[in-house]
């Protein structure tokens, strides 16, 4: 009986141990997973840049081969160039006080030469854009180096994009260190600048000295109001028309007793808007003194020798080009004309200099875009100088071009 009690207690014990073997055994929770730590955002910079061939003939001696500006008299020339090619790098960066912040560098190829025998095809690397940009919904701050304010617009050519189409000929322009501030409401934009005096004088080659406009001790001030649309007057493409100041001083004599402060003023009209489906019109309208520092004048802005003593040259011109775009066409054509004038009395002086009086140019061009990236044109240039002792100078460039985007 014992025995039958004895196995009897052996299997109820098997049984129980059998029975906590199949009891599955509780899993431990998992330990809660850390929160992700966000990206920074990340800073993007993307090249770009234009690959740029011009091939030109001269008809007369003109003062600078390639991109001629007035005529000098003289032999004429044949030649190519690649040194309007420029190069840049467009960057953003995490935001700034809440502002959508970039940066552009922007260089070509059109500083100069080194004087060796073959130094025309060496072009020098040229600084053309160097600023950062925070843009909220409304307004912008700008600092850096970039197209000024006063009479911003420029002509459309394949032939000038190192130094724009009409410069010294009715197109006042500049790319200038700068502190500006833009606003937007609704149509308007509104802009207000401080600018590096630039006065056109000639510095040294390398080691910076202060030109008249620096020494006046004071920036240059620009302003400009535009009314501007992204669809003008319903034709689905932008167009703007503004006026713009500009002031200054430079000073001349710094190092004397007493200095010659002279003014650096004007005020200049700009339009630029489509005109029905296949047109559209751009240009300027200027007038001011001592606008040398932006190739106005026929890039000249003070007369240190003018009778009574220097003098500011007060000048007055303007630009304009009708542009041909059929839609639907790679073919588009355009016809421009652009004057400076500056005052003649201004340009008297002891002794005796050879003044430029006038610059008239004509441009005619036809590009072909063969695709979003690559174009041709050919430009015809006609002009005509007069000077104050050697007269009126005439001449005409003719350049075939070829450009490549990326």
Known sequence: MSGSRSILLAAIMLVARGAVAQTPTPSPSPAASPAPTPEPPAVKVVP???????????????????????????????????????????ATVPPVFGAKTSA?????????????????????VRLRLANARLDWAHTSLVIGQDWMVFAPVNPTSLASAAIPLFAAGGNPWARIPQLRVDWRGGLFLLQAAALAPQSGD?????????????????PYFQGRVALTSASWLGSKRPGAVGVSGHYG??????????????????????????????????????????????????????????????RAIATQGGWAQLTIAPSGWRLSATAAFGVDDPDDDDLVSTPARNWRLENRVAAFGLTFR????????????????????????????????GTLSF
């Open 104 to 124: 552009v560098v922007e260089t070509d190829f059109f500083g100069g030469f080194p004087t060796i025998g073959t130094g025309e095809n060496f072009g020098q």
């Open 370 to 401: 063969a695709s979003a990236q690559l174009s041709f044109g050919a430009e015809l240039r006609l002009m005509e100088t007069e000077f104050r002792s050697t007269g009126t100078q005439e001449g005409s460039h003719f350049n075939l071009a």
């Open 48 to 90: 770009y840049g234009v690959v740029m061939f011009n091939g030109f003939s001269n008809s007369d001696g003109v003062n600078n081969q390639d991109v001629p500006l007035w005529v000098v008299g003289g032999p004429g020339d044949v030649s190519a160039t690649a040194r309007q090619t420029r190069f840049g790098l467009r």
């Open 202 to 218: 000639f510095n040294s080659t390398f080691l910076a000295q202060p030109n008249s406009g620096a020494l006046s001790e004071q």
């Open 249 to 310: 001083q430079s000073r001349l004599g710094a190092s004397q007793p007493q200095p010659l402060d002279l003014p650096s003023n004007g005020i200049a009209l700009d339009v630029n808007f489509p005109i029905g489906r296949h047109l559209a019109l751009s240009g300027e309208a200027y007038t001011g003194e001592n606008l040398g520092g932006f190739q106005a004048g026929v890039f000249q802005g003070l007369n240190p020798d003018a009778p009574g003593g220097a």
